[in-house]
């Protein structure tokens, strides 16, 4: 009779469940590590309870928070740090000279030219000299209150994808934006509005356009909401010809069919979340309209902002920036304002200064900077700074350089600026630096991924510990990467 398993296969069963005993000593080992004093790098994820009656019920952090919100205004198209906040005296020094290690320097869009100092004038600003241009004259008297970051780097030199990571901390697309981290996370502490709402310009959408605010592989319910002072939300209110009295049955129907169904399924997680979602959008109609309803605020205020202005693009940025403070008043905790679209292409209704910096600057400013530096003014005196985290942002910077026969300088992701103000970090306070002509970070480099990292810790979050679990890997917002900005936090 031939034997059930010869030697050869008896030997290989044996070696099979002895790798798996080990297998088996090893996770119970390194789960007791991670109980008890694990390594940074071997800690346990962080997914918070979902009810799923209400999903955007308010969680605690993982620890005490400096901050409970987070504005975020997104100069969209690259705003040159160069012509705003990264003074080099050298490279006006140096003005119509080759880059030093430049020669046949191709970035994106081609060849590049000589060393060109701002068309701006550069001054120390505030009490604390900080140098800042003429380009934006409101934001630079306001330095007192920022936390700069010179020496950001980003992985793409390509709009869509730079802007993807900023906004989602990875350059495809797919992946949830940092506004829905912190809905997932957190939940909200207004019960009638969005936990996270972005602000498109007036002008238009960004180059990502929903990547911004898209809950990627979280669930649906953590997206941001898309609306502005002149956008109302979509679908809001009931079609034309429903009268109130049809459209409030129509509602108390389907709730009593959906709860009846619920109660019969009690583990029908999206049945409930859709429940909540219904609910929450009754209870927008009415406070949404009042949010957006900018006519109860003062004529003192509406001037500082410029909300009048005879610029309409202006005003229609100034009247998003007022939405935006009421939004953060309102408890909503998330806001993301975008300045620059690019419905009306390059360079023309963004930052994007390929060809014409100077020209098209010069119409871009005067849009963002009396009512973004307005915002700060008012965020401070309601007291909304001491709790709300601000990050003044774009996707890249921009080269020292001229494009070789244009007036304009080419993208630039290995150095650039921008800032912090608000809860939780050192103002006025610099970090990091470019060369001496603003090219690449030299000192105190930082990723998005750090900026990420340090955006979580100042709400309360373990950034390499909030997760989502989605195809078998333990997703996070800073992928495997980034450190939170420690010289930065006061």
């Not at 400096?66 to 997104?74: H, Q, Y």
């Not at 999206?270 to 949010?291: C, D, P, T, V």
């Not at 510990?465 to 420690?486: A, C, F, K, P, Q």
Request: one cysteine or more.
């Amino acid at each position: 009779m031939k034997p059930s398993m010869d030697r050869r296969h008896f030997l290989a069963f044996g070696g099979n469940g002895l790798a798996q005993i080990a297998l088996a000593a090893l996770l119970a080992e390194k789960a007791q590590g991670a109980g008890a004093g694990a390594r940074d790098d071997d800690v346990l994820p962080i997914r918070p309870v979902i009810d799923p009656t209400a999903p955007l019920r308010a969680r605690p952090p993982h620890f005490t928070p400096r901050a409970k919100r987070v504005l975020v205004i997104f100069c969209s198209g690259a705003l040159s740090q160069l012509d705003t906040f990264d003074w080099k005296p050298e490279l006006a020094k140096r003005d119509g000279m080759p880059l030093p290690g430049g020669a046949g320097l191709v970035t994106f869009q081609g060849e590049q030219g000589n060393l060109t100092r701002s068309p701006w004038n550069f001054a120390p600003r505030g009490e604390c000299g900080k140098w800042a241009s003429d380009l934006l004259p409101e934001l630079a008297r306001r330095v007192d209150r920022m936390c700069f970051l010179h020496g950001m780097v980003a992985k793409s030199n390509t709009h869509g994808p730079g802007e993807n990571q900023m906004s989602t901390g990875f350059t495809l697309e797919g992946f949830p934006g940092m506004g829905a981290w912190v809905s997932y996370a957190l939940g909200s502490e207004c019960a009638d509005l969005p936990a996270f709402v972005a602000i498109p310009d007036p002008r238009g959408l960004p180059q990502s356009m929903g990547n911004h605010w898209g809950a990627g592989f979280l669930p649906a319910v953590f997206q941001g909401t898309p609306f502005g002072a002149n956008r109302p939300i979509e679908h809001l209110a009931p079609p034309a010809g429903l009268d109130d009295a049809s459209d409030r049955a129509a509602r108390e129907l389907t709730r009593a069919l959906d709860l009846q169904r619920l109660t019969r399924f009690p583990g029908d997680s999206e049945l409930a979340a859709r429940i909540a979602s219904f609910e929450l959008a009754a209870r927008m109609q009415l406070k949404a309209a009042a949010i957006g309803d900018l006519a109860s605020e003062s004529p003192a205020t509406r001037a500082a902002y410029g909300c009048d202005d005879m610029n309409p693009l202006k005003a229609g940025f100034a009247r998003n920036c007022v939405l935006a403070r009421r939004l953060l008043e309102a408890g909503v905790r998330f806001v993301q304002l975008f300045n620059g679209s690019y419905a009306m292409g390059e360079g023309v209704g963004n930052w994007d200064g390929h060809k014409y910096l100077a020209q098209q600057y010069a119409i871009h400013a005067p849009i963002l900077d009396q009512p973004a530096a307005a915002l700060l003014d008012d965020l401070a005196q309601r007291g909304l700074l001491d709790d709300t985290l601000v990050l003044f942002t774009t996707e890249f910077g921009r080269m020292p350089t001229f494009q070789k026969d244009a007036s304009g300088r080419d993208h630039n992701p290995k150095g650039f600026t921008v800032w912090f103000a608000g809860a939780g970090v050192k103002a006025p306070f610099s970090y990091g630096a470019t060369d001496e002509f603003g090219w690449k970070a030299v000192d105190g480099a930082t990723t998005v991924y750090d900026l990420h990292a340090t955006l979580l810790h100042l709400l309360g979050l373990d950034h390499k510990r909030l997760s989502w679990y989605h195809n078998g890997i333990e997703r996070r917002l800073t992928d495997v990467h980034g450190e939170v900005i420690r010289a930065i936090l006061a």
